[in-house]
């Protein structure tokens, strides 16, 4: 295994860790994947699990999944074999929806949503305009992502190029695959935190060139939301997203009642808050709309019909009192709309998607349709990257995908350990990890094959 830093972390990529790659990387233990999809088939059907798994690394890709018995005999000669007894091997998590400027907010008292946007983050986003800034919580939020197992994110920046640039350079070093953008704001904002219609497109376009497909980055143009940009704006977020083969659009929608209002007045020709995204042309797919909670039907038909996701919050909706998001409604298999989760920190109250997933389960049930635990796991894992238009290189446990993976077992707490004992399947654990658990069951995190987090390593 490679070397890993005092506090779990290996160090940045190295001549030896570049030379060891090389090595090809076996993992043993129990994979979790999925062979369906549990909004369209019985959950149950669409988890794959295999007790004794072989799970093959090369060159940052899955070669081989399989079972242990039948695969160990051809074992390369040079392997390096990682055993994981007692844990579940499952595809990194997917965070369709955060914002890392909020890491030092999270957890701020007393606000829905408009009054904390002016009490709370406006002025932590302010101070991104100094790089010192940006770039040492860019490097905290980075590293708490892999401790809770999350390997891809879709990430508000600020109104800063220099707050894309501290992101990016981070997530290059660690060479995860990031999804993030420049934060776009031309109105109803603080006058530090605004840029125009001219400089938000050029500042977009420059960092579109300079990020865009580079290593693993890619870019997401992003107005905040329709209060903050003019029409002229949202026009020019639906041209930026045409330079570039790919590029994502992130934003919010509809995510409290008294910003629907506000929109409705802003915009009073649409004929919905997402008709305001839609005259702009930013409804398409890899478009990722956080919240989605007071959205009718012709919504839901007019973003399955374009391929346009949700990024389910459930830690942040509670937080903020925003409302119910109706989970079941969206996935409704007769005009299903992709939906990922997300953690929206600083709203939401844990980078941790068990306990997202834990959260949007209460959620489920005040809706009184309960999310199924394979079905929760779909959402953090494969669902997110069906949602990001990723799935054809990672959230699930297959031969070709990148090896982005998060080791996740009982932690180091009795009672926990205890609970685990008792469950009959790995349905059972599932519930029981997304309902008791959070970062603390995270034994390892893989980024394109190399293990970048070993809980409670001393290794150096
Ligand atoms: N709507 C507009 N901006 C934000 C934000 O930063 N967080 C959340 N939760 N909602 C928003
Ligand atoms: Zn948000």
């Not at 399955?304 to 119910?324: E, I, R, V, Y």
Request: with cysteine; proline share 5%; glycine share 8%.
């Amino acid at each position: 295994m490679l070397p890993c830093a005092t506090d779990g972390f290996v160090a940045p990529r190295t001549g030896l860790s570049v030379a060891m790659s090389f090595v090809q990387k076996v993992l043993r233990g129990r994979i979790v994947t999925f062979c369906g999809n549990p909004f369209e088939l019985p959950p149950s059907a669409c988890l794959k699990v295999e007790e004794d798994g072989f799970l093959l690394v090369h060159e940052g890709k899955i070669v081989q999944v399989g079972a242990w018995s039948e695969r160990s005999q051809y074992l390369p000669e040079n392997a390096d074999i990682i055993h994981y007894e007692n844990a579940l091997i499952s595809s990194g998590f997917v965070d369709t929806h955060v914002h890392y400027p909020q890491l030092p907010v999270i957890a701020s008292y007393g606000e829905q949503l408009l009054e904390w946007l002016t009490r709370y983050v406006f002025p932590v986003e302010a101070s991104f305009a100094d790089e010192a800034m940006a770039s040492s919580i860019a490097r905290r939020f980075l590293r708490e992502l892999l401790r809770a197992g999350t390997t891809t994110a879709a990430v508000y920046c600020t109104v800063h190029p220099q707050s894309v640039d501290a992101f990016f350079a981070e997530s290059m070093r660690l060479n995860t695959r990031m999804i993030a953008g420049k934060v776009l704001m031309d109105r109803n904002a603080p006058e530090n935190l605004r840029d125009t219609v001219r400089t938000g497109y050029d500042q977009s376009a420059e960092l579109i060139r300079r990020w865009h497909g580079k290593g693993r980055q890619s870019y997401a143009v992003t107005p905040r939301f329709a209060i903050t940009s003019t029409p002229e704006q949202l026009e020019a977020a639906g041209d930026l997203l045409d330079i570039a083969p790919n590029v994502f659009m992130q934003t919010h929608l509809a995510e409290n009642r008294e910003e629907v209002r506000a929109v409705q007045q802003l915009f009073p020709a649409s004929r919905s808050y997402l008709d305001v995204y839609d005259r702009a042309g930013l409804v398409r797919r890899r478009s990722v709309f956080g919240h989605a909670i007071h959205v009718d039907e012709p919504d839901l038909c007019r973003c399955h019909a374009s391929g346009a996701a949700f990024a389910h919050c459930p830690t942040s909706n509670l937080f903020l009192g925003s409302g119910a998001f109706r989970l079941a409604d969206a996935k409704d298999p007769r005009r299903p709309v992709h939906v990922g989760l997300g953690t929206d920190i600083g709203a939401g109250t844990s980078l941790s998607l068990l306990k997202t997933m834990g959260e949007a389960y209460k959620i489920s049930q005040m809706n009184h349709k309960p999310l199924h635990p394979v079905q929760a796991l779909w959402l953090a894992t494969r669902g997110g990257a069906e949602a990001l238009a990723l799935e054809d290189r990672i959230g699930s446990v297959t031969a070709g995908m990148e090896a982005d993976l998060c080791i996740l077992d009982a932690g180091e707490g009795e009672f926990l350990q205890w609970r685990m004992e008792r469950c009959q399947s790995v349905e059972d654990m599932l519930f029981v990890l997304m309902t008791l658990g959070d970062e603390r069951c995270v034994r390892a995190t893989w980024v394109a094959g190399e293990c970048v987090y070993e809980r409670g390593s001393d290794m150096t």
